[in-house]
């Protein structure tokens, strides 16, 4: 990674997010780079989870939220497009695995085609499915039970389906909301595991609370704290040679 230069996807730019009278970004602006994997950490209540929903505009599904600020995803200004589109190009799995439990495991992979009246012809649908569960690394474990339902599956199967979900739709970037808090150390690694491979197909920005996991898996580290942007960059700069004293407090342990 040393030397190389990253190819800029998504700029925020000076984001503001208010929950009715209450603010909780504050000027935020920062840059996420090509098929590298960032890691938004910081204590409970600093603003990770607003931050992603602003990438997806999923804050627009309420309306006592206001978003102010820049956001662009290859150059083009997201809140210019239709809300779909940008959803379509920003795939997300949240903090507990939430396969569709009336589905199969087969069109709980393709559900985002249906969801947006997308045919797709049987071959296509296949191929989806099969490509889709191979990069989430669970077809071998799938392949001969791809028409029993989703929720038969043990919790990290779950996840990696509904990132298998997430995946089928060919997003740009991929926001996984502390996606490993529900499960079992075994399952965590194996989804740290499959995030290290993604990136080579996806760009991954990742909330979590877990100060190991950020420094195990991500390229790029940012730090809030209070709705504010403290601390961004590259993860072993960040963990090493922190230049805010409230990140070096927080990845100590002082607070949080
Ligand atoms: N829908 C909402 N309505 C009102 N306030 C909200 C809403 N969602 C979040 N907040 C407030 O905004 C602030 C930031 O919340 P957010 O969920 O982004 O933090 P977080 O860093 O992701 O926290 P956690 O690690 O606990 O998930 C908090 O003070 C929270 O109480």
Redesign the pocket.
Known sequence: MEGETMKVLIQVQDLNVF??E?Q?LMSVSLEFYENQVHAIM??????????LRCLNRMHEL?S??RVDGKIFLSGINIFSIPAMEVRRMTGMVFQRPNPFPNMSIYDNVIAGYKLNNIHLKKDEANQIVEESLKKAALWVEVKDKLHKRGTFLSGGQQQRLCIARALAMKPKVLLLD?PTSALDPKSTSHIEELITELKNTVTIVL?T?NIAQAGRISDYTAF?YL?SLVEYGPTEKVFTIPSDKRTEEYLSGKFG
Do not use: F, I, N
Not at 42 to 49: A, D, E, F, H
């Open positions: 929950y009715g209450q909780a910081g204590p409970s209540g600093c603003g990770k989870t607003t931050l309420d006592s939220v502390e909330v609370h809030m709705g």
